[in-house]
């Protein structure tokens, strides 16, 4: 067996706290997902859009300050829960409101699910209890 690199000085991967560090990482995505959505569609966003997209901008800044916080040593997962409760609701009520417009804007539908995966994903690893 022939072991390498045994004296610390080499780091490839990056650690848990490296990770979370990055600012705005989720509004980056949204920016991706809106540069995508508008080469499909050059139509005037309505009312309705907008109120989806505002709405999707408030999941990101929440999941921001969740990042934030779970790189926070001095945060318990007791401080965070309201955060994440929050995260929660509005990933419900952002789905609601895509499933109850009748134009069948698909393009913005698939954004908001790619959204709302991103954000279960980070909810159900807060329930399951990785962050232990």
């Keep these: 067996m022939k072991i390498n690199r045994i004296d610390n000085s080499y780091h490839d991967a990056k650690g ?21 959505v508008e080469a499909v569609s050059k139509q005037p966003l309505s ?16 999941l921001d300050r969740y990042a934030d916080e779970l ?22 009520g952002i789905r609601l409101e895509v ?12 954004l908001v699910e790619d959204l709302a995966v991103a954000a279960n994903v980070a909810i159900f690893r807060f329930h399951r209890g990785d962050y232990l």
């Design 71 to 92: 790189g926070d040593s001095r945060k318990t997962l007791k401080d965070m829960e309201p955060l994440v409760k929050d995260i929660e609701r509005e990933v419900d």
């Design 99 to 110: 499933s109850a417009r009748s134009d069948g804007d698909m393009e913005l539908a698939r």
């Design 16 to 36: 848990p706290a490296e990770k979370l560090n990055r600012t705005g990482g989720f509004d980056k995505i949204l920016g991706q997902k809106l540069n995508q």
């Design 47 to 62: 009312r309705a859009d907008c109120r989806v997209l505002d709405r999707g901008d408030r999941i990101l800044n929440l």
